[in-house]
């Protein structure tokens, strides 16, 4: 009897371990409601991801007659982000706002990607414009994207001939480029400096673990390509219709959509005239943001078809024919990237 009631109380033990094992399996941060909804979401999947940097980008594509809200599920709330669940030109969506920066781009893509059933994912909104060959209003779709934020800078009184630190390692690299200082320096009639304390900063590649990969085996990537067939379809939109006027303050000449080489992101708004020409001439960018890149990125890496659509709303740093830019025309832009999306799923899925 006495071992009968040892063995009854091992496997008594042994049974509610199971039951806390499974119990954390189940909820462990994410709890049984949350789990709940986005089961009952993914089983009307798949989703096409829409991904948004700020509320009044977002705005005018929930407040169009395209977007109808799903009836059961209108949202889920999960790690202070809403991922909002409907149609969007009769086909399924999960719209997300990200918020500003690098940081917020990557986590909420990675949320999208990882809890719903999401076969591609579109970025949009608007950017700052390095290209002077556009104008505010024109919608960018870039071909290419980069993180330029990501640098080694290089101690004073070393150059391009001089190994950067940690180099020799396979940690960083002078094979991207680098900005030099000194090539900004204002100089005066009375100074005539050819050096700058700040040196140079060199252009890196992000270390990107894919799914497709071997884990903790890091690959790196600069230039990220959007997909081929998403930015085939992006070519239809070249005669796409587009606001050119804020009330009585109209455009030099009427918006267009326009496919570029390449776009850049990093934790840093543009408004400086030198960058912005130095990113032109040395990256052939176009549109200028802080969010773009870091979606490109997460997308590589889970294997995702992306995109990002960006309309221009300023000359970054100035100089354009046009005052106030951005103020002006930040909701101009904002639209005409609505109005580019809306086309661009309509055709994705003609």
């Not at 809403?82 to 949320?111: C, D, H, P, Y």
């Not at 052939?284 to 889970?302: G, R």
């Amino acid at each position: 009897m006495e071992n009968m009631g040892k063995n009854l109380r091992r496997a008594l033990t042994g049974f509610l371990v199971m039951v806390v094992v499974m119990g954390v399996g189940t909820e462990g941060a994410i709890s049984a409601n949350s789990m709940k909804q986005i089961y009952r979401v993914n089983k009307n999947g798949p989703y096409l991801g829409i991904v948004v940097p700020n509320s009044y980008e977002m705005n005018p594509l929930l407040q169009t007659p395209s977007f109808v809200a799903d009836d059961d599920f209108p949202y889920v709330d999960f790690a202070g982000r809403r991922f909002r669940i409907g149609k969007l030109e009769t086909k399924n969506v999960i719209i997300v706002m990200t918020g500003l920066s690098m940081l917020n781009a990557g986590l909420t893509t990675q949320l999208l990607l990882s809890l719903f059933r999401v076969n591609g994912v579109v970025h949009y909104g608007i950017a700052g414009n390095a290209n002077p060959n556009l104008q505010i209003g024109d919608v960018t779709i870039p071909r290419y994207w980069a993180h330029t934020g990501l640098w080694n800078w290089q101690r004073y009184g070393d150059g391009p001939e001089d190994e950067l630190a940690f180099e020799s390692g396979g940690d960083y690299t002078r094979k991207i480029g680098y900005l030099k200082f000194s090539d900004y320096n204002n100089y005066t009639e009375n100074v005539n400096a050819t050096d700058n304390l700040l040196n140079n900063v060199w252009y890196q590649p992000e270390e990107v673990f894919p799914v497709t990969g071997t884990p903790e085996v890091r690959q790196h990537a600069f230039w990220v390509p959007v997909d081929k067939h998403f930015y085939q379809v992006a070519g239809k939109l070249k005669d796409l219709k587009l606001e050119g006027c804020v009330n009585s303050t109209c455009l030099p000449r009427a918006p267009m959509v326009t496919r570029v080489e390449r776009g850049v992101s990093a934790n840093v708004l543009v408004d400086n005239r030198g960058y912005r020409e130095f990113l032109y001439s040395m990256f052939n960018a176009t549109p200028v943001d802080m969010e773009s890149a870091a979606v490109a990125l997460v997308c590589h890496e889970q294997n995702s078809p992306f995109i990002a659509i960006r309309a221009l709303s300023d000359l970054a740093g100035g100089g354009s024919a046009l005052s106030n830019e951005a103020a002006v025309f930040g909701s101009l832009a904002a639209q005409n990237a609505v109005d580019a999306l809306l086309r661009f799923v309509a055709l994705l899925y003609a």
